[in-house]
C-alpha cells in the first residue's frame, strides 16, 4: 500500500493533485516532463494529457533547457498557487507538530 501525502489526502488523489504534490514540495526545483511524471508517480501519457491546463492555467512554466529536455517549474507568483503553499505548508506543519507532541508523550511516559 502506498503512503499518500497530506497533501493528496486533503485534496484527493488524481494526477493533477500529485503533480501538485510533488511541485509543492520541491517547489525550488525545475524538472523535465519524464521526471515530473516519474516523481508525481502518473504516467507520461498521463501527464500530456493534462500538460496543456498546467500551462495555460499559469500553475507551471518553463524555465530553461538543457540539450533536448524542456524544464518547468512551479509557478510561485500565481496567486492561486500561492494559497495551494499556505495550504500545503500548513499541513506539513500540523503534522510536525503533532509528532512533536507525540515524541513528548513518549518521553513523559
Given at each position: ?49 493534462i500538460w496543456d491546463n498546467l500551462i495555460k492555467n499559469e500553475i507551471i512554466f ?48
Amino acid at each position: 500500500m502506498e503512503n499518500k501525502s497530506l497533501f493528496i489526502e486533503f485534496m484527493g488523489d488524481s494526477p493533477v493533485i500529485r503533480v501538485l504534490d510533488y511541485l509543492l514540495t520541491e517547489r525550488e526545483l525545475d524538472f523535465s516532463m519524464t521526471d515530473l511524471a516519474n516523481n508525481a508517480r502518473i504516467g507520461r501519457a498521463t501527464l500530456y494529457r493534462i500538460w496543456d491546463n498546467l500551462i495555460k492555467n499559469e500553475i507551471i512554466f518553463h524555465t530553461r533547457d538543457i540539450g533536448k529536455a524542456r524544464l518547468f517549474k512551479l509557478n510561485a507568483k500565481n496567486p492561486k498557487i500561492k494559497k495551494l503553499i499556505e495550504i500545503h505548508d500548513m499541513l506539513t506543519l500540523e503534522e510536525l507538530k503533532k509528532h512533536r507532541k507525540l515524541e513528548k508523550e513518549c518521553v513523559i511516559s
